[in-house]
């Protein structure tokens, strides 16, 4: 049970993290531990976690993480999907045919035709990025008959036709045609973004969890501390009753505040668990049995650091690094492109189309009656073989050319008509909605500011209480034992120290999520902790 949430962590103190789909680096950390203390460790029934081990574990496994980072992998491939528009096709066909067949003219020869084709035809058609559509066409046949007519048998002919079609108006030029893939790429750069809002949501989450944590610990140690001095005072207050200075009456009221603050311990060890389970969810180690009764002991103390810049330089931050903001920003240049693109549709669909062609033709030629000089025979020019027919492609006497326009317009447009005034109602929604997520981040990041210069006002005004505390106290218990304060005088300021001692340890716990609190919101979390994201490839 031990070794089973120790040796993890250990992995993590010894090796950089990891996250499937986002390589994750944390740097920082503890330093690499010895044989010596690994062996301590596996021998406790406890772990000593600091915040920067919590980030790295948060980072392995946290669930929430584990089920964000699939977003980006899918919008990479939407993207591929977006580039295949312009993936060439090449399509090949080979077939056989054969035919016999009766003729119904008398003068066929012979009255049934035997036809045997052999039949090759191969293409390669793409569409380019201009909206430009070609196609290489390659068409080759063999033809043998038994006809006696046939002048060449067999007859080899080849054809090679490249034809194109270029958009003159609508889906003309790059703007048009690249337009989902444009969407597409920008829908990758906010699923990023939508990643590292939802790590540093997750590591805001772990660390907020983690300050409640030592908060729970230290408060618990004041609780029991607490408890000792009523302990320390009973026994106190027993021997002076024993000696005859105070009446048994005191005695009663020593015990019933012994009573008291051992239900406060009580209440402290159980808020401590619960704050314990909290993390362990969040680092998702709540999910197998044996590390439900593993103590996680958190190690680092709230400390207080200025912050560097003031209110105008944390709003400059915040509106370069928020990743909402970004996200809005570039679903806005998405309504853009979505309503430049809907604007070319409202245009008429004018093609120019052509084509130019080769043809090639040879094969065995046949002896035919001359019926310009009967008694005689001729045969055909193009005696050869399929080589033959291949050759006369290239010197080009044979060839076909074709040009002209194609006007494609539906009456009344009013399909595109509606999708033009959809787009600009989603790209004005899109722009009120950046406008009023700017105001919300500047109330954002103002509200975070102050918070940490009034909880930096606390912790000096809570530390000068705790200070005041202490001295009453010890003033009291020194009169106490002069006779000149009762019990309940020394109890009372037993009570007043503790609770100072706890006021003074919330303000610098809430000034530590503060602090973070001001870097999330500003959308910087992750480099103030040292964390980088880079996109992999998820398989």
Known sequence: MKGGLLLPLLFLFLFPTTVSGTDTTVSGGDANLSELQIQQLLEKNEVDLTLQACLQLALKNNLEIAIGRINPAMSRQKVEQAKSTFDPVATLTVSKDRSVRQVS????????????????????????????????????????????????????????????????????GISANTANLRIASNNQTISQ???????????????????????????????EESLKRAEDFLKLTQRRVEVGLLPKVEILQAEAEKAAREEGVISARDTLRDAEDLLRRLLNLSEEERYWEIRLVPTDQPWVEPVTSGLSGELQEGFKHRPDLNQARMDLENRKIRFQYT??????????????????????????????????????????????????????????YSIGLKLTYPLGN????????????????????????????IQEIREAYRQIETDRK????????????EQRLKIETRRFELGLATSHDVLEFQEKFAVARRNELRARIDYRTSRVKLERVKGTLLQYKGITLETLTLH
Do not use: C
């Open 105 to 172: 003219s008398a003068l066929a020869l012979p009255s049934r035709n035997e036809l045997e084709d052999l039949n090759v035809d191969a293409g390669v058609a793409g569409k380019w990025v201009t909206g430009t559509e070609t196609e290489l066409h390659f068409t080759s046949s063999r033809n043998k008959t038994n006809s006696v007519f046939a002048g060449l048998n067999p007859a080899y002919s080849s054809e090679l036709i490249l034809s194109l079609t270029q958009p003159l108006l609508k889906d003309f």
């Open 193 to 223: 973004h939508r990643f590292a809002d939802h790590v540093m949501e997750t590591l805001f989450g772990v660390e907020s969890a983690y300050w409640e944590l030592v908060y729970a610990k230290d408060a618990l140690q004041v609780e």
């Open 343 to 400: 604007r070319n549709q409202l245009l008429p669909r004018v093609d120019l189309v052509g084509s130019l062609g080769l043809s090639g033709l040879a094969g065995a030629a046949q002896s035919q009656q001359d019926f310009l000089n009967p008694g005689k025979t001729v045969t055909s020019p193009f005696d050869g073989n399929y080589n033959d027919a291949l050759d006369a492609l290239k010197n080009g006497d044979n060839y076909s």
């Open 414 to 441: 009013r399909d595109a008509k509606s999708e033009l005034i959809l787009a600009d109602l989603e790209k004005r929604k899109a722009l009120f909605n950046l406008k009023a997520l700017e105001n919300r981040v």
């Open 458 to 469: 606390r912790i000096t005004a809570a530390e000068a209480a705790r200070k005041l505390a």
